[in-house]
T-cell receptor, first 109, second 117 residues
Framework: GQNIDQPTEMTATEGAIVQINCTYQTSGFNGLFWYQQHAGEAPTFLSYNVLDGLEEKGRFSSFLSRSKGYSYLLLKELQMKDSASYLC??????????WGAGTKLIIKP | GAVVSQHPSRVICKSGTSVKIECRSL??????MFWYRQFPKQSLMLMATSNEGSKATYEQGVEKDKFLINHASLTLSTLTVTSAHPEDSSFYICSARDLRGVKETQYFGPGTRLLVL
């Protein structure tokens, strides 16, 4: 079956760095997405990786290892507004997104 | 950047009535749009895939006669919840597939919060 695993909740301190991991098992693979979702709002696009390696975009970076079925989202210089759920989603061979349950990130002062 | 809009953002209706939700891609053409629903503190659940000019593909367990989807143009898909009941109350979100760049991307609308009394 198809499956996405990510931690349910993480806590970090303002100004620090946090890494949110995601492992996936899908029938075929056409890339991995990370989305940010604040409570009561729709998800917003953060990153898309299809090749192995690290992609940096400002304070956020995303890493992919296709051979390991593994990705992480790295958030630097954490701000209080980064408190949100972070959703990992893999694109399968039918170009359907398979969603993880999301990681709730709590930022403390 | 790409923008997807949804209308209405919030709707309250009586049980038994029908509600139509619109999803528009504002600056790109989307041959494929997706409809999701999300219950509180849960992840997104794909309901159906909407393809322009053809019938929507529904996920298992989603009643196609209850959740009518129409994708009549490259920038508009509509979801109609027919004979809504309180258990249909949820957060409905659409996304549009953007194939313009090298990488495929999906952009989400802001969502529609439906409350059925």
């Amino acid at each position: 079956g198809q499956n996405i695993d990510q931690p349910t909740e993480m806590t970090a301190t303002e100004g620090a760095i946090v890494q949110i991991n995601c492992t996936y098992q899908t029938s075929g693979f056409n890339g991995l997405f990370w989305y940010q979702q604040h409570a009561g709002e729709a998800p917003t696009f953060l990153s898309y990786n299809v090749l192995d390696g690290l992609e940096e975009k400002g304070r956020f970076s995303s890493f992919l290892s296709r051979s390991k079925g593994y990705s992480y989202l790295l958030l630097k210089e954490l701000q209080m507004k980064d408190s949100a759920s972070y959703l990992c989603a893999a694109l399968d061979s039918n170009y359907q997104l398979i969603w993880g349950a999301g990681t709730k990130l709590i930022i403390k002062p | 950047g790409a923008v997807v809009s949804q209308h209405p953002s919030r709707v309250i209706c009586k049980s038994g009535t029908s509600v139509k939700i619109e999803c528009r891609s504002l600056d790109f053409q989307a041959t494929t749009m997706f409809w999701y629903r999300q219950f509180p503190k849960q992840s997104l659940m794909l309901m159906a895939t909407s393809n322009e000019g053809s019938k929507a593909t529904y996920e298992q367990g989603v009643e196609k006669d209850k959740f009518l989807i129409n994708h009549a143009s490259l920038t508009l898909s509509t979801l109609t919840v027919t004979s809504a009941h309180p258990e249909d109350s949820s957060f409905y979100i659409c996304s549009a597939r953007d194939l313009r760049g090298v990488k495929e991307t999906q952009y989400f609308g802001p969502g529609t919060r439906l409350l059925v009394l």
